[in-house]
Each structure stands twice: as structure tokens, then as C-alpha cells.
Nanobody, 132 residues
Framework: QVQLVESGGGSVQSGGSLRLSCAAS????????MGWFRQAPGKEREGVAT???????TYADSVKGRFAISQDNTKNTVYLQMNSLKPEDTAMYYC??????????????????????????WGQGTQVTVSS
């Protein structure tokens, strides 16, 4: 059984930084997707960043240049470094995993993260609050 445990959320002022961590356990597959999603009150859960087993990354347009996803295979941990945070980044952030790849696909000429309904494993979430 795949288990995901997030940590690192908190409250920061606009322009600040946070790093989220997701410790994964329970799988040894060579092909997988790991990702970060977020959900603000009243909004649908949206993909923020993904990373595949070969290191390929994909980002939502709203976070490109500010967020960076990375993985440490020795620790089975995925990170999300969030810089230049904005109030609109405020949300519950979830780590997700899926044992199929790719993590994103082309739609209308744009690389789009797979919808949350296509991911099978989820962490409990960690709150990120950015104040202006």
C-alpha cells in the first residue's frame, strides 16, 4: 500500500518561501508519477507540479519560475520549493502518486498536468497560507 506523508506547510508573508516534503513508502515500481496539487476553499483541486521517475518535471503556468519540484530517491522523498509566494498561493497542498506515467499530456498544444481524478494515492495535505 502506497503511503504519502507531507510536511512543511505554514504561514508566510507575500514574497516569502516554504519547502514542502512528501515521504513516500510502500512501492518499488520503476515508473511512477509524483506530484503536488493544491485546493483553495471553493475551488477544484489543481495540479501544481509533477515529477516522473526519470526526473521529467511539469509545472502549472501559475507557478513556473517560482516553484521547483525535486526528488531524493535515497530518501523516497519529493520536495516542493516555493519561492516568491503570493496570497493566491494560499491553499491546502497535497502530495499525490500514481504508478503510471506520464504525469502530463499535451492538450491544445499545452502540456497539462493530469487531473486529480487520475491519481490513485494521496497524502493528508498540509496548509500553506500567504498573507499580503
Amino acid at each position: 500500500q502506497v503511503q504519502l506523508v507531507e510536511s512543511g506547510g505554514g504561514s508566510v508573508q507575500s514574497g516569502g518561501s516554504l519547502r514542502l516534503s512528501c515521504a513516500a513508502s510502500g512501492y518499488t515500481y520503476s515508473n511512477y508519477c509524483m506530484g503536488w496539487f493544491r485546493q483553495a476553499p471553493g475551488k477544484e483541486r489543481e495540479g501544481v507540479a509533477t515529477i516522473e521517475s526519470d526526473g521529467t518535471t511539469t509545472y502549472a503556468d501559475s507557478v513556473k519560475g517560482r516553484f521547483a519540484i525535486s526528488q531524493d530517491n535515497t530518501k523516497n522523498t519529493v520536495y516542493l520549493q516555493m519561492n516568491s509566494l503570493k496570497p493566491e498561493d494560499t491553499a491546502m497542498y497535497y502530495c499525490a502518486a500514481d504508478l503510471t506515467s506520464p504525469c502530463a499530456y499535451y492538450s491544445g498544444g499545452y502540456l497539462t498536468i493530469r487531473g486529480y481524478y487520475e491519481w490513485n494515492y494521496w497524502g493528508q495535505g498540509t496548509q500553506v497560507t500567504v498573507s499580503s
